[in-house]
C-alpha cells in the first residue's frame, strides 16, 4: 500500500499537478517552463517538475502571467 503526499507538502510538482495547486492550465504552465531562466523548472532528464516554493513566489510577485 503506496501513501499519497497531499500537493502542497510535495518540493516538486508534475505539470499536472502544479496545474491543479494553481488552477492555471497546464498548456500554461508548460509555456512558463520553456521560458528563459524560469526560477521554478527542474529538469530530470528529459522530465520537467515545477518546484513549488519558487513556483508560488512567482505566482504571488506577479499579477498577470
Same mark, same amino acid.
Given at each position: 500500500?503506496?501513501?499519497?503526499?497531499?500537493?502542497w507538502e510535495k518540493s516538486? &510538482?508534475?505539470?499536472?499537478?502544479?496545474?491543479?495547486?494553481?488552477?492555471?492550465?497546464?498548456?500554461?504552465?508548460? +509555456?512558463?517552463?520553456? #521560458?528563459?531562466?524560469?526560477?521554478?523548472? &527542474?529538469?530530470?532528464?528529459?522530465?520537467k517538475l515545477v518546484k513549488?516554493?519558487?513556483?508560488?513566489?512567482?505566482? +504571488?510577485?506577479?499579477? #498577470?502571467?
Amino acid at each position: 500500500m503506496k501513501k499519497e503526499v497531499p500537493i502542497w507538502e510535495k518540493s516538486n &510538482l508534475t505539470i499536472e499537478e502544479a496545474a491543479e495547486y494553481s488552477n492555471i492550465g497546464q498548456n500554461k504552465i508548460s +509555456s512558463l517552463l520553456k #521560458e528563459p531562466r524560469c526560477p521554478f523548472v &527542474l529538469y530530470v532528464g528529459a522530465k520537467k517538475l515545477v518546484k513549488r516554493k519558487e513556483f508560488e513566489r512567482f505566482i +504571488s510577485e506577479n499579477i #498577470e502571467i
